[in-house]
């Protein structure tokens, strides 16, 4: 393999690895067969595994994750793809009301061992209905996993583990993140689901973040040390489960906590993350706690406009400088 990998590649890298491994794992989604996908996310798949295994379907995100559901509480693993994470509304009905309910109303006798995969987010001027941050629209239904992973090693560790949980998944690829690069991980590697990343140390303050909004803290933490502040970056990896032990590890590192989320500020996950600091980890703060995250509005479809909404460096530094001073 090459000494880099896209995360673009990684996707694919990841399923095809999970598809080599199990033949029950089958691929379903618009545009993903000889097209490889409308972000090129399964590139390569349809040539290896053929129709049989690679479903191209019709325009019906209901028909989709419905197709899916069926298959796999009959045995399958299917992998399904639903093109931006905004249309994930349009399937609402079997991700908030069948699918994670499954198991739970069967006594456990039927499993739904599914991953919905979605390109998610923002930053790329893609509009209103295109560029949401949706994993916390995920994060309100019991009875999901919920994966946004940042790297392309985690893109394929992650992918494994979640093709591998009898548990449904949704699986959030970030598009500002698919031309990133990073070093391939080794064929057997998993990253268990749940288990988040400390990516910078650091004394001063824990930023914590997920998906795309990990490189932004990282490049915001770089202009803090040049400050002389000493930011610690948590990759959260996923929200559900949710590594609440890391970012408390780190808080008593640091007794200080920003977070870094492209969900708008309202209902975002940052909220629920804060509110278990205070009920767990109260004695550990020095300061208030800070959350960056996207504005209570529509994304707007110019670049400078979302560059108003959305988290920026600029925005993550500034709330820093403001704990450090407290």
Known sequence: M????????????????????????????EDIGAAGGVFKTTAGLFEEFGPERVWDTPISEQAIVGAAMGAAMTGMRPVAEIMFSDFLACCWDYLANEIPKVRYMT???????????????????????????????????????IAAPATPADVIGMMAAAIRSDDPVVFFEHKGLLAAKGSPPP?????????ASVVREGADVTLVALAAMVPLALRAAALLAEEGVEAEVVD???LVPLDMSTVLASLARTSRL???????????????????VADEGFGLLDAPVRRVAGECVPLPFADALEERVVPTVDKVVAAVRDLTAY
């Open 236 to 238: 959260l990896r996923c």
């Open 258 to 276: 920003v977070t870094v989320e492209e969900n708008p500020y309202q209902g975002g996950w940052g909220a629920t993350l804060v509110s278990v």
């Open 2 to 29: 090459a000494d880099v990998i896209t995360y673009r590649a990684a996707v694919a890298e990841g399923i095809a690895r999970e598809m080599r491994r199990d033949p029950a794992v089958v691929c379903l989604g």
């Open 107 to 145: 006594g456990g006798q039927v499993t739904v061992p599914l991953v919905v995969r979605t390109a998610n987010g923002g930053g790329l001027g893609f509009g209103a209905q295109h560029s949401q941050a949706t994993e916390n629209w995920a994060l309100t239904v019991p009875g999901l996993k």
């Open 187 to 195: 064929l057997d590697h998993v990253v268990e689901l749940g288990r």
